[in-house]
């Protein structure tokens, strides 16, 4: 199955945007729906948004619906995840995640392929 690594990660300030990235190696990343998770200290992991595997569908929820969007390159086997004004309440380590279910889903422990996470802090 395939491995994953986020990057794109760092510190910024209110109101800056970021593009995360997550590279696929080992297997083809279109026979993947891919998702994309947050994790604040003391809270639980938070589904963030989603990608069909042909890239037509996305599903994006939470805080960033409105300030987020979810892309993916097959040909470069990458999701991207750019998100825009960003706040505080924003930082968070962010995971990107894999499956091979044939629909949309939240849920973490549907994901059975996750990378090491990246950090992302927003100072205010």
């Known amino acids: 199955q395939v491995q994953l690594v986020e990057s794109g990660g760092g510190v910024v300030q209110t109101g800056d945007s970021l593009r995360l990235s997550c590279a696929a190696s080992?297997?083809?990343?279109?026979?993947?729906?891919v998702g994309w998770f947050r994790q604040a200290p003391g809270k639980e992991r938070e589904f963030v948004a989603s990608?069909?595997?042909?890239?037509?569908?996305?599903y994006r929820t939470g805080s960033l619906r409105g300030r987020s969007t979810i892309s993916r390159d097959n040909a470069k086997n990458t999701v991207s995840l750019k998100m825009n004004n960003l706040e505080p309440e924003d930082t968070a380590v962010y995971y990107c995640?894999?499956?091979?279910?044939?629909?949309?889903?939240?849920?973490?422990?549907?994901?059975?392929?996750w990378g090491q996470g990246t950090q992302v802090t927003v100072s205010s």
């Open positions: 995640a894999a499956n091979q279910l044939p629909k949309y889903t939240p849920i973490a422990t549907d994901y059975n392929v």
């Open positions: 080992g297997g083809t990343l279109s026979l993947y729906y």
């Open positions: 990608i069909s595997g042909s890239g037509d569908l996305t």
